[in-house]
Each structure stands twice: as structure tokens, then as C-alpha cells.
């Protein structure tokens, strides 16, 4: 149970070693445990089906050695080279065990294997976020607990990181299990569980998200010296069985990566090695922001909800400094350590120079956590009947009214914003259904051998799950200078399986210099992905053309809306607009169309 304050309701320090003994309670859930699950599977679900891929890191260091690893052929990063190793075999692995069993279901096809093990990521997130709200519920109080939930299934964040194939979305996961192990002590410390979970999202996810565990740990350490000599022995026990958990994780990561390197690769750590230590630039060679890029990202992703977390340290401040609790040194220490882990990954990574959204996705629930513990106080402090007091002289059902204003406004925001994304970049996952045969009756287009090729459109690729087998990507030249992705090798040698994982492939490098080998010839392509933007007047550069009118040599199979961002104004980027007229034009949309082209037959 919690005071009205949502602290822990515990007037001194009492072991939870001897907590066993109290007697079973009722439920203390607002909503069970079973009907937040679903509540959750259905947001992630939603976003399993509609959410495109925004980050073509997504594409190429995930979905396509996944392909690799059930098709036999797919497009291959550098950091997959023998040389660097600095992605982990296992984590490929797990997901493309999931999207195999697709096969055994009727109806079978590379396509729904894809959305097969979105699905899954789906059902996995729901379980952590149903965990994590039980741990928040029980901790803490349950109006918190139904805060989280609100906050987290209508937030865009959480339909952008909920079934993203990333590392990070991995680590959000392992985060969720790692906080939930950690913040409950009901039945003992379980802070060893907690560093079990924080250490799989480092080693097969994204070993920076480990940082996330200090807090917790610093907890653990400053009780144990404020007990007796046997809670510090305890202590150093449960701190070290949760280093042996990680310790048993890079093992079989590292047999795992043995056996597709062919060499000793510990990718966790070539991954801190880049960097952190690299000579040759490391993640600064793709872009830098500045430092406000997470504080408008996290502002646009979550509404409210963000404001709300940055105040939950300050807000916490001043409640105990207006209305002093009982509670003692214990629970104000406890709810620090709650709500500190969001501010320090937000403060470590807005000094970072290289900045990407999916950097963020690992403090996701922390984020929902702070800005629940937020807006409960904040509904504590309005809750105050005391007609001596301001808050208490406001009618009750103008302050209700307020609230649910609030809350209506953040959740059509959060609606818009998610549609918004959805209608904005969906059409790179729904253009290639022509090679598949479109509708009942229709016939596929194309043949096996056929090359489907990508100029300056190459970062929007959903995979090679969206072409049909023998049917391969190719990149024709554009403007980009960067190094491309390669093709893992499909030679069968040596012993075992897999041998493009271990073969070093050539043109690889990690300083992002191009590769002129990673070019095809364009006469070579029998399908091209291109997008055309009918607003924009500036001259197109040369490597560029605008292939969809150049209707002699290719013709539109099948084209989607696609946003025109450089010509669109920054709230209907944002969220969604209606195409009304009593929308002023410099607020619409404005739209190019993202298009399949195949090549015809007289232009052979």
C-alpha cells in the first residue's frame, strides 16, 4: 500500500527478507493484471500492423541478416564483417527462429514472416509492460499504475518502440523487467533478478542501456551500510550473482557469434570499443544534432507526458517540502531512486554529438513512470478539500473538468501523431504487393533472376522480406556518398552452415567512405522504387532523375501518397491535418507519390 502521496507505506527500515510471513492480501489491482495485458498486446499490436520502418539501421542490421539466416541470401552491413563483429549473432538468431515458425502455418510467406515476428515483439512488449505495471501498481499506489497504462498505449512513442526490430526496443524490454525486478521488494530484494535482466539487454541488445541499472544498484549499496553486517553480506551476494547472470550471457553470446564469426568476437564490447574509442570517427560520421534534438523529439512522441517526467524530481522536491510525510530517509530516498533514471539516460545522451530518436526507446517506460508519479501528485495536491486553501476554494467539478480536458487534448494529439506517421510514410511497405500478385485473381509481375533497384530511395527498403524469393535488391548510383550495404556471401565452404557470416566480404569499412562496388548497372534493373515531388521546382541533380516521368523506359505499377516533408509545414509534419478548406494551404499536406516502376519492354 502507498500514502496519499504514492510512497511506500513503510515507517522504518524493515528487511524485506521477513516480508513472506504477512498474509496474503486481495487484489490491490485497479485493473487485473490479464485485462492490461491485453490492453497493452492490442496498442502494440496496432502498431505491429500500421507503424512504417523509420530507421533503415532497422532494415539493414536487423531484418536483413535475419533473412540471411532463413532465405539464404540478404544485404550486409559492415558491422557484420568478420573484421568489425560488432553485432550479435544471437539476438539475429532468436528473431529469425520466431518468423520460421511462421512456415508451419498455412498460408506461408516471406511477408508474414515479417509481420509474424512483429507480432511477437508485440506480445513480448505486452508482457514487460504488463510486469511493469503490476510492479508500479503494488509499489507504488494503483492510481499510478493506471496512469502508466493509459500513458503508455496511447503514447507515439510506444507505437514507434513497441515492435521496432532494434537493440534499443530490446533493451526497452529487458528495462521494464530489470526497473520491475528492482523497484519490488515485496517477498526480498531482488535486485540480482534486476541486474539479470539489465545485463541480457546490454549483451544481446545495446550494452549502454546497462547504465540504467546504477540507480538501483547505488540504492541497494546505501541500504545495506544503513543495516547490519549480515544485509551488507547479502547484499555483495545478490550484486554478485547478478554480475555471474551476465557473465553467463556474454558466454553464450560469444559461442554463439563463435560459431557464425569463425573468430573470437565479443560483440558488446567491439560495440562500446566504436563508440567510444574509435580512431576513425565513429557514430559522428552520420550526423550530428544539437542539443535540444531528444527535447523536441520526446515533446512531439509523447505530449504531455514529457513535461510531466522532467517534473517529477522537482514536483517530489516540493511536495515534501509543503506537506512533510512520515515516511522517513527510506521512502524519499526510494522514490528518487525511481525517478532518476530517466534524467541521467537524458542527460548522457543530449551531450552526445550523434543523436537518433531510437537512442531514447530504452527509457521509454521511465519516462510513463516519472510522469505518472507526476501527475499523481499533481491530482493529490488538487484533490485537497480545505476551503482555507486555494486548490480547496475551486469547485470539484471545474478541477475534474480541467483534468479530463488535459487528458482528452493529449490523447487527440497523440492520435493524430500516430495516424499522422502512419499516412505520412506507410507507402514503402505497401507498394510491392504487385510482385506478389495483387488481390484475388491477380498475377505476380516479374520473374525469378528479376533485380528490384534503389537510387536515392535506398534508405527506405522495408527488406527483402517484401520481395519474392529469387527476386534480390540491387542500388543504383545517386547522390549519396556514404558506404551502401553489401550482399552476405551465398557460397557454401568449410564446415557448417551460414558461410556468408564468416567470409569477409570486400569493400567494407567503418569510416562511411563509398564503395563504387556496391553500385549495379541501371539497364540491369527490372523494377525501380523512385519518389516523385510535383511541388518542388528546383532542378534535380544528375544522379537523380525523376524516373516516374520518364514514362518511355519505365511505368508506374503501383504508387502510394507520400509526404512531401520539405514542403509541408512543421505542425502538419507533427500530427495529422485534414485536407479541408477552411484549412489555410500553408497548413495542408503536401504529397509526392512513392511508386514501383517497372522497366517496358521497348526500352530493353
Same mark, same amino acid.
Given at each position: 500500500m502507498a500514502d496519499s502521496h504514492g510512497q511506500p507505506a513503510r515507517s522504518q527500515y524493515v528487511h524485506p527478507e521477513a516480508s513472506h510471513a504477512k498474509k496474503k492480501r486481495p487484489s490491490i489491482y485497479p485493473i487485473q493484471p490479464i485485462s492490461a495485458f491485453y490492453t497493452f498486446l492490442v496498442a502494440n499490436?496496432?502498431?505491429?500492423?500500421?507503424?512504417?520502418?523509420?530507421?533503415?539501421?532497422?532494415?539493414?542490421?536487423?531484418?536483413?541478416?535475419?533473412?540471411?539466416?532463413?532465405?539464404?541470401?540478404?544485404?550486409?552491413?559492415?558491422?557484420?564483417?568478420?573484421?568489425?563483429?560488432?553485432?550479435?549473432?544471437?539476438?539475429?538468431?532468436?528473431?529469425?527462429?520466431?518468423?520460421?515458425?511462421?512456415?508451419?502455418?498455412?498460408?506461408?510467406?516471406?511477408?508474414?514472416?515479417?509481420?509474424?515476428?512483429?507480432?511477437?515483439?508485440?506480445?513480448?512488449?505486452a508482457l514487460c509492460q504488463t510486469i511493469m505495471y503490476m510492479v508500479t501498481t503494488s509499489t507504488l499506489n494503483g492510481r499510478i499504475g493506471?496512469?502508466?497504462?493509459?500513458?503508455?498505449?496511447?503514447?507515439?512513442?510506444?507505437?514507434?518502440?513497441?515492435?521496432?526490430?532494434?537493440?534499443?526496443?530490446?533493451?526497452?524490454?529487458?528495462?521494464?523487467?530489470?526497473?520491475?525486478?528492482?523497484?519490488?521488494?515485496?517477498?526480498?530484494l531482488k535486485t540480482s533478478q534486476g541486474l539479470a535482466w539489465f545485463a541480457l539487454g546490454a549483451i544481446l541488445g545495446w550494452p549502454f542501456a546497462g547504465a540504467l541499472c546504477a540507480p538501483f544498484v547505488f540504492e541497494e549499496v546505501v541500504f545495506a551500510f544503513f543495516a547490519d553486517k549480515t544485509a551488507l553480506i547479502e547484499c555483495f551476494i545478490r550484486l554478485g550473482r547478478g554480475f555471474a547472470a551476465g557473465v553467463v550471457i556474454v558466454a553464450l553470446d560469444f559461442f554463439v557469434n563463435l560459431f557464425f564469426y569463425k573468430?573470437?568476437?565479443?560483440?558488446?564490447?567491439n560495440i562500446v570499443m566504436y563508440n567510444i574509442?574509435?580512431?576513425?570517427?565513429?557514430?559522428?560520421?552520420?550526423?550530428?544534432?544539437?542539443?535540444?534534438?531528444?527535447?523536441?523529439?520526446?515533446?512531439?512522441?509523447?505530449?504531455?507526458?514529457?513535461?510531466?517526467?522532467?517534473?517529477? %524530481?522537482?514536483? *517530489?522536491?516540493?511536495?515534501?517540502?509543503?506537506? #512533510? @510525510? !512520515?515516511?522517513g530517509f527510506q521512502s524519499g530516498l526510494r522514490t528518487v531512486v525511481f525517478v532518476s533514471p530517466f534524467y541521467m539516460?537524458?542527460?548522457?545522451?543530449?551531450?552526445q554529438p550523434h543523436k537518433e530518436e531510437r537512442f531514447m526507446y530504452p527509457a521509454y517506460p521511465l519516462l510513463m513512470l516519472n510522469a505518472s508519479l507526476s501527475l499523481h501528485m499533481i491530482l493529490s495536491a488538487l484533490g485537497q478539500s480545505d476551503p482555507k486553501t486555494l486548490v480547496g476554494k475551486i469547485p470539484a467539478r471545474l478541477k475534474l473538468f480541467a483534468v479530463s480536458a488535459v487528458l482528452l487534448l493529449s490523447l487527440d494529439i497523440s492520435l493524430t501523431r500516430v495516424y499522422g506517421i502512419y499516412s505520412a510514410?506507410?507507402?514503402?511497405?505497401?507498394?510491392?504487393?504487385?510482385?506478389?500478385?495483387?488481390?484475388?485473381?491477380?498475377?505476380?509481375?516479374?520473374?525469378?533472376?528479376? %533485380?528490384?533497384? *534503389?537510387?536515392?530511395?535506398?534508405?527506405?527498403? #522495408? @527488406? !527483402?522480406?517484401?520481395?519474392?524469393?529469387?527476386?534480390r535488391a540491387k542500388f543504383v548510383r545517386s547522390e549519396f556518398r556514404g558506404l551502401l550495404p553489401g550482399e552476405f556471401s551465398e557460397a557454401r565452404t568449410g564446415f557448417g552452415f551460414w558461410s556468408g557470416t564468416w567470409l569477409p566480404p570486400s569493400g567494407m569499412n567503418d569510416r562511411n567512405q563509398e564503395d563504387p562496388g556496391k553500385y549495379t548497372e541501371l539497364r540491369a534493373c527490372s523494377f525501380l522504387v523512385d519518389t516523385q515531388y510535383p511541388e518542388r521546382n528546383e532542378p534535380l541533380p544528375p544522379n537523380e532523375p525523376d524516373y516516374i516521368a520518364d514514362v518511355e523506359n519505365w511505368e508506374a505499377v503501383k504508387c502510394e501518397p507520400f509526404l512531401d516533408a520539405a514542403n509541408t509545414h512543421i505542425l502538419a509534419r507533427a500530427?495529422?491535418?485534414?485536407?479541408?478548406?477552411?484549412?489555410?494551404?500553408?497548413?495542408?499536406?503536401?504529397?509526392?507519390?512513392?511508386?514501383?516502376?517497372?522497366?517496358?519492354?521497348?526500352?530493353?
Open positions: 499490436l496496432v502498431a505491429a500492423v500500421f507503424a512504417p520502418i523509420q530507421d533503415c539501421d532497422e532494415t539493414f542490421n536487423y531484418w536483413e541478416p535475419t533473412h540471411y539466416l532463413s532465405h539464404g541470401y540478404g544485404l550486409q552491413t559492415w558491422e557484420y564483417s568478420p573484421e568489425y563483429g560488432i553485432r550479435s549473432w544471437l539476438y539475429i538468431g532468436l528473431h529469425a527462429v520466431v518468423g520460421n515458425l511462421r512456415r508451419l502455418l498455412p498460408h506461408s510467406s516471406k511477408t508474414s514472416e515479417f509481420y509474424f515476428v512483429r507480432y511477437g515483439l508485440a506480445a513480448v512488449c493506471i496512469i502508466f497504462l493509459l500513458a503508455t498505449v496511447t503514447s507515439p512513442g510506444n507505437f514507434n518502440a513497441s515492435t521496432a526490430y532494434l537493440p534499443s526496443s530490446f533493451a526497452m524490454y529487458t528495462c521494464m523487467l530489470g526497473t520491475a525486478a528492482c523497484m519490488n521488494w515485496r517477498g526480498g573468430k573470437m568476437v565479443v560483440a558488446s564490447w574509442f574509435s580512431s576513425s570517427g565513429g557514430p559522428d560520421l552520420y550526423g550530428t544534432e544539437p542539443w535540444t534534438f531528444y527535447f523536441k523529439n520526446l515533446a512531439l512522441n509523447f505530449n504531455i507526458w514529457f513535461p510531466l517526467a522532467l517534473l517529477a %524530481l522537482p514536483l *517530489f522536491v516540493l511536495q515534501k517540502l509543503v506537506a #512533510p @510525510s !512520515s515516511q539516460w537524458l542527460a548522457i545522451f543530449t551531450a510514410y506507410s507507402a514503402p511497405m505497401s507498394i510491392y504487393s504487385p510482385l506478389w500478385g495483387e488481390g484475388e485473381g491477380q498475377q505476380p509481375i516479374g520473374r525469378d533472376g528479376d %533485380l528490384v533497384c *534503389f537510387g536515392k530511395e535506398w534508405y527506405r527498403f #522495408p @527488406s !527483402s522480406y517484401f520481395l519474392p524469393r529469387d527476386m500530427v495529422w491535418v485534414p485536407d479541408l478548406e477552411i484549412i489555410p494551404d500553408k497548413y495542408k499536406r503536401k504529397w509526392g507519390r512513392h511508386c514501383l516502376l517497372q522497366r517496358r519492354k521497348a526500352s530493353l
